[in-house]
């Protein structure tokens, strides 16, 4: 063989013009391996493992608002699932739910929105110079009925649990 073939196309060195003097009918090459010398080290090195660090870019932050949510979601999820296992509301309610036949809906809703309503006046009782955390546990603590039995309620909808 006098030519080149694809091997030297690929791993031979690089022959190739640059983009300005190539002919107008020839496609460029998607791939180059151009050979340069090593650069001489500017430190002394010593015999071991060297670690190079390179700065990568930062991972993308959410946005604040699918911040809140993600947070709103953790905290309420959390709430509901100890209040559905731990309390025993989450049976009561379900029971509660079957109950009501075809109004189990609107008996779920007007449910949830009296414990809501009683754990935001719940709040009320935590004076207003605790610090956030306390804030923040007795927000989650308020609220553990009503997100209960919004989780009840969705384990009521057909087809939910198979």
Do not use: N
Not at 10 to 21: T, V
Not at 56 to 82: D, N
Request: proline share 10%; net charge neutral.
């Amino acid at each position: 063989m006098t030519g080149r073939d694809w091997w030297d196309d690929l791993y031979g060195p690089d022959e190739q013009h640059p983009a300005d003097d190539q002919p107008a009918g020839e496609q460029r090459r998607w791939l180059t391996v151009r050979r340069t010398p090593a650069p001489e080290p500017e430190v002394e090195q010593h015999p071991g493992v060297h670690v190079t660090i390179r700065p990568t870019t930062p991972a993308q932050q959410p946005s604040p608002r699918k911040a809140r949510i993600r947070w709103w979601v953790l905290r309420r999820g959390t709430a509901g699932l100890a209040g559905y296992y731990l309390t025993g509301l989450g049976p009561l309610t379900q029971s509660l739910l079957t109950d009501a036949g075809p109004g189990a809906i609107g008996c779920g809703l007007f449910l949830w929105a009296g414990a809501w309503r009683i754990g935001t006046l719940a709040l009320r009782l935590v004076p207003r110079d605790a610090s956030p955390e306390v804030h923040d546990g007795a927000d989650w603590a308020a609220h553990i009925p009503s997100a209960t039995i919004l989780i009840a309620l969705a384990f009521h909808t057909p087809g939910a649990i198979q």
